[in-house]
T-cell receptor, first 109, second 111 residues
Framework: GQSLEQPSEVTAVEGAIVQINCTYQTSGFYGLSWYQQHDGGAPTFLSYNALDGLEETGRFSSFLSRSDSYGYLLLQELQMKDSASYFCAVRLSFNKFYFGSGTKLNVKP | DGGITQSPKYLFRKEGQNVTLSCEQNLNHDAMYWYRQDPGQGLRLIYYSQIVNDFQKGDIAEGYSVSREKKESFPLTVTSAQKNPTAFYLC??????????FGPGTRLTVL
């Protein structure tokens, strides 16, 4: 079976930096994606790592270590609008993805 | 505008009824997906399709059926065999890259 582990909930203050970790054990691995979902909304794509290292997109960065089966999403200069759930997802094969249970991020003033 | 549409936004089903959820995309994507999301949970894959007239079961396909007669459309039928269908259903498409694009979802409630 597939397994993705991420914390269920994280709280941080506005302006701070927060890191959301994701460890995985899967039967296949093409890469690791991150999605953001606000309450009642649809998930939206944030980033994707296929190779080891750090990918930066504005205030968001994502890291992958394939040897450790580990990745993280780093959010800098937190804003209230960043309060949402964040999901890591493994691309198991060319067209198949497996999602984690999500991390609820609470940003406080 | 290009995108994915799902209808209806809210759907109520009586016990023993089959219902069909619509998913349409005009992004010209080959791959399409159906996920189920329960409160506070992640997304679980129901079915996916890589090309027209072909689809594969995901992790929780029991009690669901799909068809892919057109590239743009991937309807999901929730049958009476699905014992606990109340959930948020999300459709997605992908051009065969690392990104999935999601529709706004259908919230299904069994009365």
């Amino acid at each position: 079976g597939q397994s993705l582990e991420q914390p269920s909930e994280v709280t941080a203050v506005e302006g701070a930096i927060v890191q959301i970790n994701c460890t995985y054990q899967t039967s296949g691995f093409y890469g690791l994606s991150w999605y953001q979902q606000h309450d009642g909304g649809a998930p939206t794509f944030l980033s994707y790592n296929a190779l080891d290292g750090l990918e930066e997109t504005g205030r968001f960065s994502s890291f992958l270590s394939r040897s450790d089966s580990y990745g993280y999403l780093l959010l800098q200069e937190l804003q209230m609008k960043d309060s949402a759930s964040y999901f890591c997802a493994v691309r198991l094969s060319f067209n198949k993805f497996y999602f984690g249970s999500g991390t609820k991020l609470n940003v406080k003033p | 505008d290009g995108g994915i549409t799902q209808s209806p936004k809210y759907l109520f089903r009586k016990e023993g009824q089959n219902v069909t959820l619509s998913c349409e995309q005009n992004l010209n994507h080959d791959a399409m997906y159906w996920y189920r999301q329960d409160p506070g949970q992640g997304l679980r894959l129901i079915y996916y399709s890589q090309i027209v007239n072909d689809f594969q079961k995901g992790d929780i396909a029991e009690g669901y059926s799909v068809s892919r007669e057109k590239k743009e459309s991937f309807p999901l039928t929730v049958t009476s065999a699905q014992k606990n269908p109340t959930a948020f259903y999300l459709c997605a498409s992908s051009p065969g890259t690392d990104t999935q694009y999601f529709g706004p979802g259908t919230r299904l409630t069994v009365l």
